[in-house]
């Protein structure tokens, strides 16, 4: 290495502390990413979305046909010719002109206006309640995101305290080895604090696993290399949802399934009414050319056509179709009912346990941790002066380090409880 730094030339040493100083640069790491741009790429890379935006373009391509016209019907063929072929041509002296011609004919049903129009209607809505879907669809993954996400931060946080751990361990386990050489004190606790250093470092093996599994999830949402290494913004962020209404206005302007399920009740409608003007009359046009053979003249038919799907033995489908689109309307609407119902009593179920969570939390940060600080710092001080014994220190760090712990896990519960209300509302 040191004979090649010999060979740079003079001139390259200023682009070669560049270089280094690039690369060190890039291997601290990429910057800390929010929960706001894993969501977006989500929106951008996630193939549930391109898979619902690939069916709408489906159902928008179909509903450009709805005004279609029934295809023309075109037949051709002998009219009302004998079978003795000699009698097809005129008999000479003008007595027999011939038997029999060659027709063309040509038929169109003409549709009803009313009922082009209810089909492109019914058409163009279907693809309304798939945009709805969609959002939900997005909305079930926001919610798996953000769950990983607070998950992630909480194990971080937790490294922090393994952290602080590591060091306070450390210490007791040097210190009570110089105090047994010294005379000044036994080994009771040693082993204990010995065995909780290594098992510090157990933990951190699985929060080290935990924090990997957690990028996997959110690498797989955003549709990228799982193997992308990444950091996370740790900071703690709470919303305040205590002002909101849980009414049935609310979860009818939020979610899109109830959106979705009021489209697809639109469409189901609109199909109903395109079914009631499948009974009424279709009329069409039947034109008939005739080549006449011998000497017989041309001929033509032209005739009006109306076709009767009202009489009883044609319309017993279309009925029964109609009879099966009413009732499905009073499906969804009862539907629709019944998830405004569940959302309504789980939101404020949700927020009054997130209103005592919150509570609990404060207790903590406020009152519990800060006692359980002081009572290791004055255990410490003690220890320090040999006025007391490690057994007692190391009382004092566990119940400590076992309440950061539990306050970390109610931090948790806290988070997913408040993403899960905002999966209920659709708050991203």
Not at 49 to 67: K, L, N, P
Request: aromatic share 10%; proline share 3%; net charge positive.
């Amino acid at each position: 290495m040191i004979k090649l730094l010999q060979n740079v030339p003079s001139g390259s040493w200023f682009l070669l502390a560049a270089f280094l100083l690039l690369k060190v640069g890039s291997a601290q790491g990429q910057p800390a990413i929010g929960v706001g741009s894993i969501l977006d790429s989500i929106e951008r890379k996630n193939p549930v979305g391109r898979m619902y935006d690939a069916d709408i373009r489906s159902m928008d391509a179909a509903a450009q046909g709805a005004r279609s016209w029934m295809p023309p019907e075109v037949g051709t063929g002998f009219f009302m010719t004998p079978y003795n072929v000699q009698r097809w041509k005129a008999m000479p002296g003008g007595m027999d002109e011939g038997m029999g011609s060659f027709m063309v004919s040509l038929q169109q049903m003409i549709p009803n206006r009313r009922k082009l129009n209810a089909e492109s209607a019914y058409m163009q809505s279907m693809s309304g309640a798939a945009r709805e879907q969609r959002k939900a669809a997005l909305n079930d993954l926001y919610a798996q995101a953000k769950k990983a996400y607070s998950e992630w931060l909480i194990i971080e946080k937790k490294k922090t305290v393994l952290d602080e751990n590591e060091k306070v361990l450390d210490f007791m386990v040097k210190d009570a080895e110089i105090r047994y050489r010294n005379g000044l004190d036994q080994l009771t606790a040693y082993y204990k604090a010995k065995a909780a250093l290594g098992n510090v470092q157990q933990m951190r093996v699985m929060y080290e696993n935990e924090s990997r599994q957690r990028r996997i999830t959110l690498n797989t949402l955003m549709n990228r290399n799982t193997e992308i290494d990444f950091t996370i913004d740790t900071a703690i962020r709470f919303k305040d949802y205590s002002a909101l209404v849980f009414d049935s206005a609310l979860f009818v302007r939020n979610r899109s399934e109830l959106k979705a399920l009021e489209l697809e009740d639109l469409t189901n409608r609109l199909r109903m009414e395109s079914a009631r003007l499948d009974l009424k009359p279709q009329f069409g046009v039947r034109f008939e050319h005739m080549y006449g053979f011998g000497r017989q003249p041309q001929q033509f038919t032209l005739m009006g056509m109306v076709r009767l799907p009202m009489v009883p033995w044609a319309s017993r489908m279309t009925k029964a179709n109609i009879e099966s689109y009413r009732w499905r309307s009073e499906a969804l609407t009862s539907q629709r009912q019944m998830i405004i119902n569940e959302a309504r009593g789980m939101a404020t179920g949700m927020r009054a346990e997130i209103d005592a969570k919150r509570r609990q939390v404060r207790l903590y940060e406020n009152n519990i941790i800060p006692a359980l600080r002081n009572n290791y710092k004055t255990n410490l001080l003690a220890y320090q002066q040999n006025t007391q014994e490690l057994f007692m220190l190391f009382d004092a760090w566990e119940t400590l380090n076992m309440t950061q712990v539990e306050y970390l896990d109610q931090l948790q519960q806290l988070l997913n409880l408040q993403v899960e209300l905002e999966r209920l509302l659709e708050i991203r």
